[in-house]
Antibody
């Protein structure tokens, strides 16, 4: 079955750019929507955005000015960049697959990667 | 944005109890709703989609109902492994949004 794994630095300095990659295994990245979701410590879940395998994106307006997503189908990977980070961006970042068609729920999820923004 | 409001924010219950969690959307979302379970330090797990469809492998003691703006997640007989936080998520429109979570604790 499809499995996802996040990777990237666990510590980012304020005002810098957070960059994460999600590697998809057990299935193709082609034909599906892929999402990033984050969860600050002790808090709830926030959808960051999605990228389609062909590069079409949809970002949460609350983060849109700072978010860029990209996809590399040859590597079965997609990536997240979040610029000008602050302590408020400290969170566990998850990648997840979105259901097909209008089934916009998340399954499966990656294991999550914690990111701390601190100098 | 569609706001999702869950209640209660926490509930204390005993093994064998019936537990009901509610989720209210700020506008109608038909049955475009999912429920997730998250145990401490673990990844959220999809339990129910389309408001009432059980994800493969999820025990039948979990059920979902509702449409429009009001939804419920019911655990018919709480088991030790069900102590967790539960989130609803609307899948009707972007941005996709989650409820604040309901923590089910041991009484």
């Amino acid at each position: 079955q499809v499995q996802l794994q996040e990777s990237g630095p666990g510590l980012v300095k304020p005002s810098e750019t957070l960059s994460l990659t999600c590697t998809v295994s057990g299935g193709p990245i082609h034909g599906y929507h892929w999402s990033w979701i984050r969860q600050p410590p002790g808090k709830g879940l926030e959808w960051i955005g999605y990228i389609y395998y062909n590069g079409i994106t949809n970002y949460n307006p609350s983060l849109k000015s700072r978010v860029t997503m990209s996809v590399d189908t040859s590597k079965n990977q997609f990536s997240l960049s979040l610029s000008s980070v602050s302590a408020a961006d400290t969170a566990v970042y998850y990648c997840a697959k979105i259901g097909t068609g209008s089934n916009n729920w998340f399954d499966p999820w990656g294991q999550g990667t914690p990111v701390t923004v601190s100098s | 944005d569609i706001q999702m409001t869950q209640s209660p924010s926490s509930v204390s219950a005993s093994v064998g109890d019936r537990v009901t969690i509610t989720c209210r959307a700020s506008q109608g979302i038909s049955t475009w709703l999912a429920w997730y379970q998250q145990k401490p330090g673990k990844v959220p797990k999809l339990l129910i989609y389309s408001a009432s469809s059980l994800q493969s492998g999820v025990p039948s003691r979990f059920s979902g109902s509702g449409s429009g703006t009001d939804f419920t997640l019911t655990i018919s007989s709480l088991q030790p492994e069900d102590f967790a936080t539960y989130y609803c998520q609307q899948a009707n429109s972007f941005p996709l949004t989650f409820g604040g979570g309901t923590k089910v604790e041991i009484k």
